[in-house]
Every structure is written in C-alpha cells, then in structure tokens.
C-alpha cells in the first residue's frame, strides 16, 4: 500500500490541503513528496490484516515524544496532523497493493523541517472521522531505532521520493527500495488492540473420512465473527482456512489431507479486533477409506407379505441428504439357464417413507418424473416395464422402505438395486449407509442372494458387517408361512472367488461378532460375516439359504461400519 503527499512551503502561513484543493502558483515555492509503503501489515498476533482503516501522518512539532491519539483527537500535544487517507479507497486492499491519492501541504507554524514524522494505522476506521472513538485498535509507527537517535523526519524543500515504511513488530530487514529516505525499517511502538472480544473456548475437533469437524464454546456476546487457523504438526506457520459468522460454533475443514496430523485454533473477531486464540487441539486425519457405494438383492417376489421388501436409512449431519436411486429389474434379469421357474414380468415398486407414512408407486420406470430416470440413466435399464424411483434420504431420520410386488399380480424373481447417487449437504454430507432385505429363501437358484460394491480411491478399504436374521424375525401376525429356521450364509469374493461360509454367529472369528455387536443378533441360529471390501474391485455377493435345506422368510443386512465400531 502506497501513498503519495506533497508538502509546499510558503513561510509562515500554512494551510492543509488534500485531495483537490486549488492552490493559487503565487503560494508555491518548494514541493516535497512522501511515499507511505505498508510492504507488512498484520495485527499484533501476526496476522496478516492490512484491509481496511484509516492513515493519518503526525508531525512531532517539538521533539519531545509522539503523544498519541486520544478518544477525541488524532492527535495530542503540540503533535500535527499532516495528513490522512482511507486504505479501503486507495485501490487495493492487500499490503503492497494499495494506491494512494496525490495531495499538497504546506508548511505551517505548528511544524517544519526535520520535524519527527511518524503514522498511526487505525484498522477499524474508514473517513469522514473525525476522532478515533474509544477502544479502537491502532499503531504508531516511526523508524527502526524507535529511541528517537534517527526517526523519520520532515525533509527539506525541494526533496522528492521521501519514503517511509511502515511495519508491525515482527518485521525483519525490509529495507526502502528507493527515495532518498535514511530510515531503513518501520516498526510499530505502542500498539494496542484496544478490548477485543472474549477469547473462545473448549475447541474439539474430530476426524472424519475427507474432513475435520471442529466445535467450540463461544464466550462472547459481541463477535462479529470467527477465525479457523490451522498449522501441519511440528510447523509454527498457521493459516487462515475459514471464518464463520456470529455466534456459529461449528466449522466443517475439507481441506485436508489423509493421516496428516494438524493442530487448530480458533479467534472471535469484531470488525478487525480479535480476541486471543482458544487454546489448541491437535488431529489426524485417517487414511483414506471407501464406503458402499450400491447394494442389490436377488429373491423371488411373491404375493400379499411375501412381496420383497427394501430398506435403507442414511447417515450423516442430521437434516443433510443423500439422493438415491432404485430400480426393480425383472424382464432383463439374466437367470441360469437350469432356472424352472420364471422373472417378474412387470415389477411394481411401492416407496414408503418411513418418517411420514407417506408412499409413491411406480410401475414402468419411464413414467417416472416425466421420463428422468430415463433420461439421466439411458441405457442403465433396457426394458420398459421394470420400475425405478430416485428419491432423497435424510440423515436422522427413518429411512424409506421399497415394496417389490407383480403389478399384475404375478410373481417371479426379480432384482432390487439401491444406487448412492452423491449427498447434498453442507456442513456433513449424508451417505447411504445400510441396506437390508425381506424375501423368501428356497433352495438351488431360489436361495436370497444379496451383493455391494464400494466407491473410493482404488486400493482404499471399508469394513462391513452381513447379517442374516430368521428365527428373530417378526412377520405379520396373519402371515401363514414360516421363517427360515437356521439361515446360513455363504459370503463370495467376486474379485477372487474366494468363499466363506457361517451358520451360527458366534462361529464367526471366535466369536468377533457376539463380541463387537452384543445384543444386536439374539439369536444363535442366525448367521453374519464381517468382511473388507477394496474400492475398485468387484465386491461381494452373499448367498442365504436354510443350512439344513430349509426355506422360508429371511432378512439380509448389510452394515457399513465406521472407525471404532
């Protein structure tokens, strides 16, 4: 920020001129100019804060000491006021940007040639001012010896290019880069931050995948605002990475990297006063994980309480979305050639949101929403009669339920597929988070098949629990079939083909899951499996059948399990 005056002399009368007073060429006998340069404004904190305020250029008539600005003058004493300018309307608000504008002054009664020249910054002001007011932050700066041996001083007449830089106590060596001026640095005496809002408190922070949450206890009631300062562990350089409004308590960081430990702090900030920082709290960041991506069951849909029936709820910052997609596939199902029975020709999806009761029905995809599955997803499906919803899922809530019958009545086999299409909030975006399936289990090509995928990274990993629930199952109390008796589950690897098989859960692992999910599973007949899947390749398919050749109504669960679960 640069800022040019002009000082004439005309003896003993004086007058102070800026900005477009017209001066008669009789008055002027001499000119001098001065280059003001903030090259380095930051608060006293360190931080970089040269956007706004207003310069005034004081004049210590009688060498005795710069006095100071008071409430109700820029100046005290027998100091001058030579000049003042707004930085904000200077033409840049960034240190060593700043244009100022030329005006003439002249020599006056009050002040002269080597008078000690000095410049107060007051950060909160902008012009017309006419006094700083109470309690506002500003810095008197002079010249780098700040004992008065070689302070700034008025040039004589006729001298040009006086520059005069001006910096905050943690400037180093900047030297002039030109002008006949012998100060070498500025540095800034007296400064004060004037009372500045109360420091916040309790800052936490917590890791999440791609993300850092931060919160704290606001302890003022005057903020304007807040400051989130980060710094990488073992550096002492911190960065400015978001600020909040008022009263605001949270702050989401995204920018940063996986296991990467980092250190924060937090400022409450009013205009350009700023409060001490919170104390600090340090964070790693985990390694880069995947996370389920879709997930599709295969059954034979069947009529009244043996329709197949999906379920899914979201995860996330409550009140945030995740929208979703899910298709019934039925006529273009690929089953094996040895298959006796048939698809179901025309599926019928019934969306029950679980929050509100409310459902929505479709039958032929195209249909819905004036064709937008189709046109968002061409190709994805190729025959007209299947049926597909896109809908939106909020974190916190109940979830939604998909009921798969024949719209015909008939039934048949039939695929349900739930796609994670990308959340939509804003502070943490919610995800599709589990999936489970109602339907009935037969034996051979008729056993419940159930499959996911992850997204992520490639190489990236997320762990995942499977469960198959039977004999705890509650079916409607007029349902006349019967549960599957002792479900066993056979978990395949379809990047390797690699099989493992459960029938009771307390089998798993010596006993992991009874141990990690106590109480979740009740009974010990019912099977899971707990298991990593690798974003980027294939996935996993489970298949559920009665290990003892039995059949009859079962439920697949699929789990998503965050760090520490």
Not at 36 to 48: C, M, T, V
Not at 228 to 256: A, Q, Y
Not at 346 to 358: A, Q, R
Request: glycine content about 14%; cysteine-free; aromatic content about 8%.
């Amino acid at each position: 920020m640069i800022v040019n005056l002009s000082r004439i002399s005309s003896g003993k009368i004086g007058y102070l001129s800026l900005l477009g007073l017209f001066l008669l060429s009789a008055q002027i006998q001499a000119s001098v100019s001065f280059t003001i340069s903030a090259e380095r404004l930051q608060d006293p904190a360190g931080i970089d804060m040269a956007q706004s305020g207003v310069l005034v250029l004081v004049a210590d008539t009688s060498g005795d000491g710069f006095q100071g600005p008071s409430s109700t003058s820029f100046v005290t004493a027998d100091d001058f006021q030579v000049g003042m300018w707004d930085i904000a309307t200077g033409g840049g608000n960034t240190p060593g940007a700043f244009q100022g504008t030329t005006g003439s002054v002249s020599l006056s009664g009050d002040w002269g040639e080597e008078d000690p020249l000095a410049i107060y910054w007051f950060p909160t002001l902008s012009l017309p001012i006419d006094a700083p007011g109470e309690a506002v932050p500003y810095g008197m700066y002079t010249n780098g010896t700040q004992d008065g041996t070689d302070p700034w001083t008025t040039p004589e007449d006729g001298t040009s290019g006086h520059k005069l830089i001006f910096l905050t106590t943690d400037a180093e060596n900047l030297q002039p880069d030109g002008g006949s001026s012998d100060s070498a640095d500025g540095l800034a005496s007296n400064v004060t931050s004037g009372t500045g809002p109360a420091d916040p408190s309790g800052l936490s922070a917590e890791s999440s995948p791609g993300m850092i949450v931060l919160t704290w206890t606001d302890a003022s009631d005057d903020e304007t605002g807040f400051r989130i300062e980060r710094s990488v562990e073992g550096s002492d350089v911190w960065e400015l990475v978001g600020t909040v409004g008022p009263g605001i308590t949270m702050f989401v960081d995204t920018t940063v990297e996986t296991d990467t430990e980092y250190v924060y702090r937090i400022r409450a900030v009013r205009d350009v006063s700023w409060s001490g920082a919170s104390a600090s709290v340090q964070v790693e960041t985990a390694p880069n994980r995947a996370r389920i991506r879709n997930l599709s069951n295969r059954a034979v849909v069947g009529t009244g309480h043996e329709r197949l029936i999906g379920s899914a709820t979201a995860v996330g910052e409550p009140g945030t979305q995740v929208e979703v997609l899910v298709l019934v596939r039925g006529p273009s199902l690929a089953l094996p050639s040895d298959y006796t029975g048939n698809v179901l020709a025309d599926p019928k999806i019934t969306l029950v949101n679980l929050e509100t009761g409310e459902q929505i029905t479709n039958d032929d995809f195209a249909d819905w929403n004036n064709g937008e599955i189709e046109t968002r997803f061409a190709g994805f499906i190729t025959d007209p009669k299947e049926s597909g919803v896109i809908f939106t899922m909020v974190a916190g809530e109940k979830g939604y339920s998909a009921i798969v019958e024949g719209a015909d009545g008939g039934t048949g086999m039939a695929n349900i597929e739930f796609y994670e299409l990308g959340g939509t909030g804003s502070i943490m975006e919610a995800r599709l988070r589990n999936l489970s399936n109602r339907a009935i289990v037969g034996t051979g090509h008729e056993r419940l098949i159930g499959s996911a995928t992850a997204i992520g990274e490639p190489g990236t990993e997320v762990e995942v629990l499977v469960l198959v629930r039977g004999p705890s199952l509650v079916l409607p109390s007029d349902y006349t079939g019967n549960v599957l008796a002792d479900p066993k589950i056979t978990l395949v690897n379809l990047e390797t083909g690699e099989e493992i098989t459960n029938d009771d859960f307390a089998d798993w692992n010596n006993g992991e899951i009874e141990t990690r999910f106590a109480g979740f599973i009740t009974d010990p007949k019912e099977s899971g499996a707990i298991f990593t899947m690798v974003a980027g390749e294939k996935g996993y398919s489970a298949i559920v059948e009665g290990a003892d050749g039995g059949t009859g109504m079962a439920n697949i669960e699929f789990y998503e399990l965050l760090p520490g679960q």
